[in-house]
């Protein structure tokens, strides 16, 4: 299970279309993990994506960060596993589409 924890609490991960459309709402922009804001707010969109109940505000994962940075790091780790299996889904639509031209 994906998870980080803030504060002594918990929070669950989650990289969807849920946490992507949170974040071109809160960014007003579309989605793209160009800048170091883009990625904190990324962070923010994935906790909320996976805990709708939370009160943890955008201004407190901050705070929480700079005094624990270790934060970030488990982010940065779940968007290595994301992405790794993102790109092995797409790695095997890709060879469904050459088996299809073969005959």
Do not use: H
């Not at 969109?45 to 901050?62: E, H, Q, R, V, Y």
């Amino acid at each position: 299970m994906n998870t980080v924890t803030i504060n002594n609490k918990e929070y669950k991960l989650v990289y969807s279309v849920r946490a992507m459309m949170l974040f071109e709402a809160a960014a007003s922009k579309l989605f793209s993990l160009d800048t170091l804001s883009d990625q904190y707010l990324f962070l923010y969109c994935c906790i909320i994506a996976g805990n709708k109940d939370t009160d943890l505000t955008f201004d407190k994962l901050l705070d929480s960060l700079d005094e624990d940075p270790r934060i970030f790091t488990v982010y940065t780790e779940f968007m290595k596993k994301e992405l790794s299996r993102q790109a092995e889904f797409k790695g095997k639509d890709e060879k469904k589409g050459e088996d299809k031209g073969k005959n």
